[in-house]
């Protein structure tokens, strides 16, 4: 399953520089994850300073 970034998001681009198959971009109002690009290893999860990134 991939991972969603929620709303705690503070569009810092800490999830995005470390994902390793460029699945997170900067949105609107916080930073999204392609669930299609995803492969759910975490790596987001790991680097983020207000654990947005979850589980999906």
Request: net charge negative.
């Amino acid at each position: 399953m991939a991972y969603v970034i929620d709303d705690s998001c503070i569009s810092c681009g800490a999830c995005a520089a470390d994902c390793p198959v460029d699945a997170i971009s900067e949105g609107a109002d916080k930073f999204v994850i392609d669930a299609d690009a995803c492969i759910d290893c975490g790596a987001c999860a790991g680097s983020c300073p207000v654990d947005a990134p979850k589980e999906a």
